[in-house]
């Protein structure tokens, strides 16, 4: 059975980490089985690159999101991708990249910076820690993230910069997506794993985020997570 290690559910959401997430999603929507090792502290220590979510497969310790998906085409084949032609792949390709590349990071802002944000991301990722972890962590953790978010660059613009680069990608989503029941056209793929985990972590968490109040705006993407939801996570 493959092991999925990940962090616990936070915000109401399966994974308040949309990486976790899109994998846990693309594991049901390929119908593999699949067990979530309650989360602990060393899972993380113990991660091969530092990050969530990993699977142990067989013996075999596999990290990264989406290195993972191809493992796992790889061992049980692809149920959701084979209909794609090489065209669709790119355009499939290049929307992850903006939600995970990019809207990501614009994300990440609003919840450890943004002070509301911070103040819901403390409670929700380190509320349950006991004393002193819960508080020693949080802070050592969000001035960990800053450094990150000025290494990718993101955190280098100014709040209004990235709020603007945040509602771009959300805007081009709404309209691609547009009416279509899946980001594709009529059937979902792995690229819906990967939308589903981060416009639920930004539609569905409880944080007002700029972000947040600008996806309001495209009634489809509610729609569509709803969709998501009901069909892989009822
Ligand atoms: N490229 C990786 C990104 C994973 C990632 O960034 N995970 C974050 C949570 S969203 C993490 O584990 N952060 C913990 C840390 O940096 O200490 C993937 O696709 O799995």
């Known amino acids: 059975m493959i092991k999925l290690f990940q962090f616990a559910p936070a915000f109401g959401l399966p994974n308040a980490s949309p990486f976790c997430m899109k994998l846990e999603t693309y594991l049901r929507m390929a119908a593999l089985p699949f067990e979530i090792p309650p989360a602990t502290l060393r899972q993380l220590q113990n991660a091969p690159k530092g990050k969530m979510p990993y699977i142990e497969d067989q013996g075999r310790i596999v990290t990264d999101s989406s290195f993972i998906i191809d493992y796992l085409k ?55 820690l006991p004393v002193p972890l819960k508080w020693l962590l949080p802070p050592l953790a969000r001035r960990g993230i800053i450094k990150e978010l000025r290494g990718q660059g993101m955190g280098r613009h100014s709040r209004e910069e990235i709020l603007t680069i945040g ?51 495209y009634p489809q993407l509610e729609h569509y997570c709803q969709r998501m939801r009901s069909r892989y996570y009822a």
């Open 74 to 128: 790889t061992s049980y084949g692809d149920p959701l991708d084979a209909w794609l032609d090489a065209d669709q792949r790119a355009v499939a390709l290049a929307f992850q990249r903006l939600l995970e590349e990019d809207l990501y990071w614009a994300v990440v802002y609003t919840r450890w910076v943004e002070p509301q944000g911070w103040e819901l991301t403390r409670s929700g990722f380190f509320g349950t």
């Open 167 to 217: 509602r771009r990608d959300i805007g081009a989503l709404a309209d691609f997506l547009a009416d279509k029941p899946y980001f594709m056209g009529a059937q979902p793929c792995s690229l819906d794993a990967s939308a589903y985990a981060f416009l639920a972590n930004l539609l569905l968490a409880p944080l007002a985020s700029e972000l947040k109040l600008h996806a309001n705006q």
